[in-house]
């Protein structure tokens, strides 16, 4: 049996395959950005290699004119 957390990821999983999906089909060329990226759970980034390799289609779906933007939080120091 899967552990709270797993299914937890499971879940999430499935919420961003369809929003990415649902966001593509109505516009193709869609802007999808997912910021703070260092907090994902484990597992999570794998959702998005589909889109993000050169496939025609995923799913019955064209993601190759969709924009993705992976963001991630750093701080720069700056020495005066």
Same mark, same amino acid.
């Given at each position: *049996? ?5 299914? *937890? @990821? ?9 929003? @990415? ?8 060329? +869609? ?8 907090? *994902?759970?484990?597992? $999570? @980034?794998?959702? $998005?290699?589909? /889109? ?10 064209? /993601?190759?004119? +969709?924009?993705?933007? !992976? !963001? ?9």
């Amino acid at each position: *049996m899967f552990g709270r957390s797993t299914c *937890m @990821i499971l879940f999430y999983k499935d919420k961003l395959r369809r929003k @990415i999906k649902e966001a593509v089909t109505a516009c193709p060329r +869609a802007l999808i950005i997912i910021d703070e990226m260092e907090k *994902m759970p484990p597992g $999570l @980034i794998d959702v $998005l290699k589909p /889109y993000l390799n050169f496939h025609d289609n995923v799913e019955g779906v064209d /993601y190759r004119k +969709a924009i993705f933007f !992976l !963001l991630r939080y750093a701080t720069v120091s700056h020495r005066w």
